[in-house]
């Protein structure tokens, strides 16, 4: 006897209503803890202007510098007053690293999703229709397409800090390695995974051809080819979990930070281990 199995029509959804169940409003929110305490304690430290920097030796022997904090990383030669009050070298440097992050293509779905609600998660309607949607194709957000000269300032900036680091094993003229010395290290290799592994810099090293075993390339250098297929597969490796990267290397900059100017402020004395 055949068996028959009575098919069941599936649930209908109305037109905009939302259809999940779980806990959709778990990211946004976090999204909206973590920008926020970023952008509080950077504005803050940003207009400190002090404590920035924690010199070779304990009573400040020398003329160098063994720590210096990312947020005043490189030390300009020049500062300017207005009124007497002098400018921050910091409200400078931040706009680099902040427009790099601002335009980065993880932060602009997190940020669009918690702040403007632009839709807050995936199948969750938006609280208003809009009337005039062109994306990022219109004023302002076009201006999101600046991301890739961000990059090229990212670059220039990760090989600053990297000298940072090497000066943070710099005990006046001798090798030595303090808490600040690891804390630096491990905040410049989160900055390099999330700078490398850059939407922008995927299509940069591998963008150029888009297919590395099409017969049109089968003219092209192979070197080349090579060397452009495994920088393209470092890129994208990484690039997996930028959003990993991102909050870890924005958290890595905080502490790194806090942790030099508690010890340029004599809060706390640095660890050293040699
Ligand atoms: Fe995130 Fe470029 S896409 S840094």
């Not at 090989?159 to 006046?172: G, H, P, S």
């Not at 490398?196 to 092209?220: E, I, K, Q, W, Y």
Request: hydrophobic share 45%; aromatic share 16%.
């Amino acid at each position: 006897m055949a068996l028959e199995i009575e098919e069941k029509p599936a649930a209908r959804v109305p037109l905009g209503a939302a259809i999940r169940k779980d806990n959709w409003w778990l990211k946004p929110l976090l999204t909206v803890i973590g920008l926020g305490i970023f952008a509080v304690y950077a504005t803050l430290r940003a207009f400190e202007n002090n404590y920035y920097a924690v010199p070779w030796g304990a009573a400040g022997e020398g003329h160098g510098h063994t720590y210096l904090s990312p947020f005043y990383s490189p030390l300009l030669p020049f500062r300017y007053s207005i009124a007497g009050w002098a400018i921050s070298p910091a409200l400078y440097i931040l706009v680099f690293p902040l427009l790099f992050r601002m335009t980065c293509y993880y932060y602009r779905q997190a940020y669009y999703r918690a702040f403007f609600w632009d839709p807050p998660a995936c199948a969750i309607p938006e609280p208003s229709a809009r009337k005039h949607y062109h994306g990022e194709r219109a004023f302002p957000l076009i201006l999101q397409n600046m991301h890739r000269y961000a990059l090229y300032a990212a670059l220039v900036f990760l090989v600053m800090l990297w000298w940072d680091v090497i000066q943070a094993f710099n005990f006046n003229g001798r090798f030595g390695m303090g808490l600040g010395s690891l804390l630096m290290l491990g905040n410049i290799v989160l900055l390099t995974g999330y700078t490398c592994g850059c939407h922008s810099l995927r299509h940069l090293v591998g963008g150029r051809m888009d297919c590395f075993t099409c017969p049109m390339n089968a003219n092209a250098e192979h070197a080349e080819v090579r060397t452009g297929y495994r920088a393209w597969r470092f890129v994208s490796r990484l690039n997996l979990n930028h959003m990993q990267w991102a909050w870890s290397s924005l958290g890595s900059v905080i502490l790194t930070d806090l942790y030099i100017r508690s010890v340029a402020s004599g809060a706390i004395q640095d660890l050293r281990f040699f």
